[in-house]
């Protein structure tokens, strides 16, 4: 069993906890989200973090890749938006407001099809939207 040192920044709250993983389709990558604002990328192989990148202006809670959609991270946030990064760059590539907050909460969930380009989110405010793919973008 391996440990991924994702605690770098723990301070003893459930500020800096995890709300979700995800793991690239054929690459060595592990992709978390953070209560804290942020992303964190880790190499499989070695269990080292390689990356952290500020990610939102609130808790990200959620987090997709399809094999569908090369080299694309989808996160959700509690800041209401679905963002679309640049895996090989770890750029921000597009920005999409979908759902309106709820007691404080945005974008609960994000998932990609496996065989179709859609993307999927789920919101605090009981809604759940579909998006398809267009030229790249959402």
Do not use: C
Request: charged share 20%; aromatic share 6%; proline share 5%.
């Amino acid at each position: 069993m391996a440990r991924m040192q994702s605690d770098e920044s723990y301070d003893g709250t459930p500020a800096t906890q995890i709300n979700a993983i995800v793991t690239h389709p054929t690459l060595p990558l592990l992709v978390s989200a953070h209560e804290d604002k942020f992303i964190r990328f880790f190499d499989i192989s070695s269990g080292e973090q390689t990356y952290v990148l500020p990610a939102h202006s609130d808790a990200v809670t959620s987090l997709a890749i399809s094999p569908l959609v090369p080299n694309t991270l989808v996160s959700g946030g509690h800041d209401s938006s679905l963002r679309i990064w640049d895996l090989d760059t770890k750029t921000f590539v597009q920005e999409i407001t979908l759902h309106r907050r709820n007691k404080d909460q945005g974008v609960l969930a994000v998932s990609m099809h496996p065989k179709r380009k859609v993307l999927a989110s789920a919101g605090a405010d009981g809604i759940v939207k579909l998006l398809t793919w267009v030229e790249g973008r959402a």
